[in-house]
């Protein structure tokens, strides 16, 4: 199994505050990803990165920001929790993007649920 | 974007049968991706196959890239591969998933 960890596993919270989520990797990729899972929707990006400081929005980046100071960390910031994003974030890692070859695949880490009350 | 599109949405087999989940996608890909979403929530990687046929144990895959389209085929199934099944593919953005074919199996 790749080496993904996800932090917290679960957390409540009420709207307005803010939240970090944080997802570490051994395997030393160098593209990370943030997706949420909703029912009825799927998963869906919302920002990934391709390399230390170098981050990318995805399909639902608003109301979110990454950050990533190491290869190994990769932070989910929600600056001020609404009800809406309520939902279960996923991590996932791959050591290629965009060429063909193995190395785009992507594997996902256990997962975060956020509860924002 | 690209789209991805999974059927059928719903599923249900009896012990030992067989079954065909699809997924149809608007665009070409460097990467088509099959998942298994296990009761618990675990997104377990079954295939990365963005052309070809692969086979691994009673599942396997078939993507024809030319025609935009990848199969996943249970055989004789067993009431652990109950969960959600998801397509994601990657053209120019990272994955793109389908909403998932839920497959219930019954003892």
């Known amino acids: 199994d790749a080496g993904i960890t996800q932090s917290p596993r679960h957390k409540v919270t009420e709207t307005g505050t803010p939240v970090t989520l944080r997802c570490h990797q051994t395997e030393n990729h160098r593209y990370m990803y943030w997706y949420r899972q909703d029912p009825g929707h799927g998963l869906r990006l919302i920002h990934y990165?391709?390399?230390?400081?170098?981050?990318d929005k995805g399909e639902v980046s608003d109301g979110y920001s990454v950050s990533r100071s190491k290869t190994e960390d990769f932070l989910l910031t929600l600056e001020s929790a609404t009800s809406s994003q309520t939902s279960v974030y996923f991590c996932?890692?791959?050591?290629?993007?965009?060429?063909?070859?193995?190395?785009?695949?992507?594997?996902f880490g256990p997962g975060t649920r956020l509860t924002v009350l | 974007g690209i789209q991805v599109e999974q059927s059928p949405p719903d599923l249900i087999l009896q012990e030992g049968a067989n079954s065909t989940l699809r997924c149809n996608f608007s665009?070409?890909?460097?990467?088509l991706q099959w998942f298994h979403q296990n009761p618990w929530g675990q997104l377990i990687n079954l295939f990365y196959i963005p052309s070809g046929t692969k086979q691994n144990g009673r599942l396997s895959a078939t993507t024809v890239a030319t025609e935009r389209y990848s199969l996943l085929y249970i055989s004789s199934s067993q009431t652990t591969d109950s969960g959600v099944y998801f397509c994601?593919?990657?053209?120019?953005?990272?994955?793109?998933f389908g909403k998932g074919t839920r497959l219930s199996v019954i003892a």
């Open positions: 665009d070409s890909v460097n990467n």
């Open positions: 994601a593919v990657e053209g120019n953005t990272p994955l793109v």
């Open positions: 996932a890692i791959s050591e290629s993007f965009g060429t063909s070859g193995s190395g785009n695949e992507q594997f």
């Open positions: 990165s391709y390399g230390v400081k170098d981050t």
